[in-house]
T-cell receptor
């Protein structure tokens, strides 16, 4: 069975500073990895995904993530945080085939002006 | 990208009544739909997976007689919460997936906030 761990419940960062939201995964096979963002009372918005190819994936709103197979990690990063980036971020993993996404517990990001 | 809609966005009902939530894929055919439940400040919990024309597969601990899922067409799935109780109050999110190149991507609806009084 696959699982996702987001070790931080909350990440605080000053506006303009780089941010990192951590994610590690456990799967028995090649993982497909995703990041989603959720604003209050809203559904999930897709940020980026890793399926295959380059380990560094660039996504929406200036976010990127690096797939690290040896560390089984897929941390989300952004060089310069904005106050509007404050939201709940979810890492998710799935396997090939008709399998659902499995989500981490989420990390709340607060960007302080 | 692909668009998934949910209706209603918010619903308030009395205890004991049933509530139906619709999930539609607007610009693609959703061969598989998923229903998630999210409690405040918690992650999404998968409730069930449904393939068009087949019975839904429920996750362990989810009552199939309470949460009725119908996926009658490639663009519509419904979740009916039967005899709702206050503990069923939650944020319900549907997700849809198509075939072909989109096979590994899930697209999410905006969610439905259910409040049972």
């Amino acid at each position: 069975a696959q699982s996702v761990a987001q070790p931080e419940d909350q990440v605080n960062v000053a506006e303009g500073n780089p941010l990192t939201v951590k994610c590690t995964y456990s799967v028995s096979g090649n993982p497909y990895l995703f990041w989603y963002v959720q604003y209050p009372n809203r559904g999930l918005q897709f940020l980026l995904k890793y399926i295959t190819g380059d380990n560094l994936v660039k996504g929406s709103y200036g976010f990127e993530a690096e797939f690290n197979k040896s560390q089984t990690s897929f941390h989300l990063k952004k060089p310069s945080a904005l106050v509007s980036d404050s939201a709940l971020y979810f890492c998710a993993v799935k396997l090939l085939g008709n399998t659902p996404l499995v989500f981490g517990k989420g990390t709340r990001l607060s960007v302080i002006a | 990208g692909a668009v998934v809609s949910q209706h209603p966005s918010r619903v308030i009902c009395k205890s004991g009544t049933s509530v139906k939530i619709e999930c539609r894929s607007l610009d693609f055919q959703a061969t598989t739909m998923f229903w998630y439940r999210q409690f405040p400040k918690q992650s999404l919990m998968l409730m069930a997976t449904s393939n068009e024309g087949s019975k839904a597969t429920y996750e362990q601990g989810v009552e199939k007689d309470k949460f009725l899922i119908n996926h009658a067409s490639l663009t519509l799935s419904t979740l009916t919460v039967t005899s709702a109780h206050p503990e069923d109050s939650s944020f319900y999110i549907c997700s849809a997936r198509g075939g072909g190149q989109a096979y590994n991507e899930q697209f999410f609806g905006p969610g439905t906030r259910l409040t049972v009084l």
